[in-house]
């Protein structure tokens, strides 16, 4: 059961299930546990939590006590930015880089050698650049930055 702040109660009077009493219950377990309510308050809430036959009945037990913790598997994954990438992600990145600047050679020369006039090596030389630069965003990182030493 969580907090009246974001469950209001639906209708007045609605009868409470076996399961809500329940969840109540475990949230009074987990206060008591945490050290936020004694075990003299904490029997007597649930006792009432217990006993309870209506939604309204059971929304005071737990009203002064924070909400239930998020569960961490439903939270979203926080994208680490900022550390240095692997020793593996920078040995691909430098032979994706190596390969791109072998082609874009390669494409320079050829437009050199050709007729005609018009830079068309920069297309894909655009596209090649962009690969390296999505490589090296989306590259896998060492979980810490690094820390600098500290000098004296």
């Known amino acids: 059961m969580t907090t009246p702040a974001t469950s209001p ?42 006993a309870a036959v209506t939604r309204e009945e059971l929304v005071p037990l737990t009203a002064d006590l924070p909400g239930p913790e998020p569960d961490p598997a439903t939270q979203p994954v926080p994208r680490r930015r900022g550390g240095p990438l692997t020793a593996a992600a920078r040995r691909r990145l430098a032979v994706h880089a190596a390969i791109v600047g072998v082609l ?39 979980a810490a930055p690094p820390t600098v030493p500290a000098t004296i």
Not at 105 to 112: E, I, K, N, Y
Not at 113 to 129: D, I, K, Q, T, Y
């Open 104 to 142: 874009a050679v390669f494409l320079v020369t050829r437009w050199a050698m050709g007729p005609v006039a018009f830079f068309w090596p920069a297309w894909p030389m655009l596209w090649l650049g962009l690969s390296v630069l999505l490589h090296h965003r989306w590259a896998p990182r060492d």
């Open 9 to 50: 109660i639906p209708a007045p009077g609605l009868r409470a299930s076996d399961a809500e009493r329940e969840a109540v219950a475990d949230r009074l377990r987990a206060a008591a546990a945490d050290g936020r309510l004694t075990m003299a308050e904490a029997d007597e809430r649930q006792a009432v939590a217990y």
